[in-house]
Nanobody, 126 residues
Framework: QVQLVQSGGGLVQPGGSLRLSCAFSGDTFGYYAMGWFRRAPGKEREFVAVISRGGKVKNYAGPVKGRFTISRDNSNPTVYLQMTNLQSEDPAVYYC???????????????????WGQGAQVTVSS
């Protein structure tokens, strides 16, 4: 059974940086595209970023493009979200998710993801 264990949330000032990690176990990591989603208070869960099985395709939501970077290490099964220049609209619970899919796929649709991490709180405050 696939398990996703997250770490790296916390509190930063506006303009600061955080790196989120999501460790994968229980199946062949290379069969899964990996995504990041977030849910802010009073809002629906929204797409943040995704990386394809082999890491060659990456897509980002408009509000985070240029500030956040997704990456993966297939030899030490982990997906990362490096967040820089954090702004007041970024606080949320961030979730990693795994999508068993074809090579090159990088979906922004959360319905495509079979497995989810436990979430990590990101707070931005001065």
């Amino acid at each position: 059974q696939v398990q996703l264990v997250q770490s790296g949330g916390g509190l930063v000032q506006p303009g600061g940086s955080l790196r989120l990690s999501c460790a994968f176990s229980g199946d062949t990591f290379g069969y899964y595209a990996m995504g990041w989603f977030r849910r802010a208070p009073g809002k629906e869960r929204e797409f943040v970023a995704v990386i394809s099985r082999g890491g060659k395709v990456k897509n980002y939501a408009g509000p985070v493009k240029g500030r956040f970077t997704i990456s993966r290490d297939n030899s030490n099964p982990t997906v990362y979200l490096q967040m820089t220049n954090l702004q007041s609209e970024d606080p949320a619970v961030y979730y990693c998710a795994a999508d068993w899919t074809v090579s090159g796929a990088a979906s922004s649709n959360d319905d495509h993801y079979e497995y989810w991490g436990q979430g990590a709180q990101v707070t931005v405050s001065s």
